[in-house]
């Protein structure tokens, strides 16, 4: 990296055969630009504020300050990153040093594994050579939460219909799991519903899920049974129960198995 002197740079075109080379000579002073020798983040999934650690190099030991930008595709674009910390006059004692990202103010919901940092030096006259660190998972994601709008010991049979509100900042697509409990919520089942897909974009975050409780729960009839219902995005987000009185001892269409007649009797 410290190279001061004259390169030969030659460029030889080839189709079939080979074609005839072009030199020139092209004079590579390094000597004075600034360079991050090391750069590094956490690893492992990160949020919030993200410590990042630089090396710099200057043999004119230089007052330096850092670009500090990063990317989400690929390094196809670069912003400015939200930074705080050791990030400008920074002389020899703080060649070794750190700053804080803020990801939240940049990437703000975002759920990334490919984010790309990148720390460019300036010792007051010149870009140096920037140090890179990539696939950096940042998950900024805020998880949805979820409100029954049932009444509580509301007494319900057969096909139960159970009104939700979904609360997600970020107006992602949620999934919606649904279980029932008969046992004061020690276990938990899957329960049976009417609507196959429990999938919601934003436009239906108020909605009703039906669930066919006389298939579950034939023939019963429960003082205490509880509905739980959680919601994901792309990680796991709130939940929230409610207890109803279920009567299906005479609601409900139910299946009986009939022998077929020996008509040889």
């Not at 989400?72 to 674009?77: H, I, Q, S």
């Not at 046992?183 to 239906?204: H, Q």
């Amino acid at each position: 990296t410290d190279f001061s002197g004259y390169v030969h740079f030659r460029m030889t075109p080839v189709d079939i055969d080979t074609g005839r080379a072009d030199t020139i000579t092209i004079l590579i002073d390094q000597l004075g630009i600034a360079i991050v020798t090391d750069l590094s983040a956490p690893s492992g999934e990160l949020a919030g504020d993200v410590l990042v650690t630089y090396a710099l190099q200057d043999d004119e030991q230089d007052t330096i300050s850092l670009k500090i930008e990063y990317s989400v595709d690929g390094g196809a674009t670069w912003d400015t990153a939200a930074t705080s910390g050791n990030t400008t006059d920074l002389d020899t004692s703080l060649y070794n040093s750190s700053f804080t990202w803020h990801t939240a103010t940049d990437l703000p919901g975002v759920d990334t594994t490919a984010a790309i940092l990148k720390v460019t030096p300036h010792d007051g006259n010149n870009d140096g050579w920037p140090g890179i660190a990539d696939s950096i998972q940042i998950d900024n994601n805020e998880p949805p939460t979820v409100t029954i709008l049932l009444t509580e010991e509301s007494e319900v049979s057969g096909n139960v219909a159970i009104p939700f509100q979904i609360a997600d900042n970020e107006s992602d697509i949620i999934s919606i799991g649904i279980k029932y409990s008969t046992d004061s919520m020690d276990t938990w089942l899957l329960a049976t519903t009417i609507d196959t897909t429990l999938v919601f974009d934003y436009t239906s975050y108020v909605g009703t899920i039906t669930w066919i409780s006389h298939i579950d729960l034939p023939l019963v009839d429960l003082d205490s049974v509880w509905i739980r219902l959680a919601v994901s995005d792309a990680d796991p987000g709130g939940r929230d129960t409610v207890s109803i009185h279920l009567d299906n001892e005479s609601g409900g269409p139910h299946v009986v198995s009939i022998s077929p007649l020996d008509q040889d009797k």
